[in-house]
Structures are given as structure tokens and as C-alpha cells.
């Protein structure tokens, strides 16, 4: 009985922490793009939305960070489905096409909320957009939060392909 107390003690305190550390930018929350995409490209003078195309799911959007029109760095947001329901990513890639910050813009749930620590999103950073993660291989699990690392590693993944996806129409358009 004692130890079902600590664990539970143990998630709130989790939760919270995720959600005091979303208030100073450190790892996720609950937040927006709008608020999010600014401190992450801060050289950014003008943040909007493009389609991603028609492949991309309805939940799925793209937005694009430039400073005097030219494209600084970009945002894929986007929902990945975890065992207590879905979370909401935003990746982050720099000019190089390259993952430059991973925000979890909300998560929830108690169970498995140590995603949200930006020591666990910092390994994502430096990915390239034709990159696959894979737990266990490129990407750390965290000991009792194995299935939100999985839904969190599926939804960098997703990012990148449908980024990877926009690039590829970029050089198709004539």
C-alpha cells in the first residue's frame, strides 16, 4: 500500500514538473506553436502555417519560421497516440533541414510524463529529415515510461517524413 502512495506521489509530481518546466520553455505542456516557434527561432520576424499536402493527416500541420522572407527554420506539429491517448508535438527543424528542438505541446497524462523532460527531447536534436529513430538504437528509453518514449520516437519520425515529404515537393515545383 505504502509503495502505491509513493508511485502515485512520484507521477503527480512528474505531471507537475512537466507542466512548470512548459511555463520557462524547458520540455513541454501544454503551449501553442505560436508561443513555442518564436523562442526557438527568436532571429524570426514573420511565423505562418503552409500546407503540407494531401497525404498529410487532418491533425498535421507545417509552419515556417523566416526572417526577411527567407525561411529560417520550420515546425511540423502534429499527434502521436500513446496508451493513455494523444499527445501533441511540435518538431523543430533548423536551415539544414536538421531537428533543432522537439516541444511536447501537451501530454496530459500521469503515466509516462518523464517524456516531457527536455533532457529526454535533447537526444532528437541534430536528426536529418531522411533520419529514422528507433528505441533502443538511436534514441534512450526511460525505465517505466517505455510506450510514451515509443509514441513520442513514431511522432519525430512522422515529423520528419512529412517534412522530408514538403522538401521533396519544393523541388518538384517548377
Not at 505504502?2 to 520540455?27: E, N, P, Q
Not at 533548423?94 to 511536447?104: E, G, L, Q, R, T
Request: contains cysteine; glycine residues 10%.
Amino acid at each position: 500500500m505504502a509503495a502505491r502512495k509513493v508511485k502515485t506521489a512520484i507521477c503527480v509530481v512528474c505531471v507537475t514538473c512537466c507542466a512548470v518546466l512548459s511555463l520557462f520553455g524547458s520540455g513541454g505542456g501544454v503551449a501553442d506553436w505560436k508561443a513555442v516557434m518564436p523562442k526557438v527561432f527568436s532571429g524570426g520576424d514573420e511565423f505562418y502555417e503552409v500546407p503540407l499536402g494531401e497525404t498529410a493527416p487532418d491533425d498535421a500541420h507545417l509552419y515556417v519560421a523566416s526572417k526577411k522572407t527567407k525561411p529560417i527554420g520550420y515546425g511540423v506539429e502534429l499527434t502521436s497516440a500513446t496508451m493513455s491517448g494523444p499527445m501533441r508535438l511540435l518538431v523543430m527543424m533548423d536551415h539544414k533541414h536538421s531537428v533543432k528542438y522537439v516541444y511536447i505541446l501537451s501530454y496530459p497524462y500521469k503515466h509516462g510524463a518523464e517524456v516531457c523532460n527536455r533532457k529526454f527531447l535533447k537526444q532528437f536534436e541534430g536528426t536529418g529529415a531522411k533520419e529514422k529513430l528507433k528505441v533502443g538504437e538511436n534514441v534512450d528509453g526511460i525505465t517505466g515510461a517505455t510506450n510514451s518514449v515509443k509514441a513520442t520516437t513514431r511522432g519525430v519520425n512522422k515529423a520528419l517524413e512529412l517534412f522530408g515529404a514538403y522538401l521533396a515537393s519544393l523541388e518538384k515545383t517548377p
